[in-house]
């Protein structure tokens, strides 16, 4: 019997944006390297991004960035976690 592969769908910013419940332009700056020292992991097809739900690099980002503690912005509301 072959072992059941892991169901990856790609998504776009706003379709990965609306999973994580964050704003479009919040996963597109934290795609990019120049924003961040641990950015999203993207695939690039031509010059759209695109995101690899369910994949490994993805899980482990997720994982890590679920372990850090962030500040608040002001007019936050107090305990409030941040992605």
């Known amino acids: 019997m072959i072992p059941e592969q892991p169901q990856l769908e790609v998504l776009t910013s706003a379709e990965l944006a609306e999973r994580l419940k964050v704003r479009e332009s919040w996963v ?39 372990g850090q503690q962030h500040t608040r912005k002001a007019g936050s509301t107090k305990g409030e976690t941040k992605l």
Request: net charge positive; glycine share 8%; hydrophobic share 30%.
């Open 28 to 66: 597109i700056d934290q795609s990019k390297r120049s924003r961040t020292s641990d950015p999203i992991p993207i695939l690039k097809l031509g010059k759209h991004r695109r995101y690899r739900w369910g994949s490994p690099e993805l899980g482990a980002w997720l994982e890590r960035r679920a």
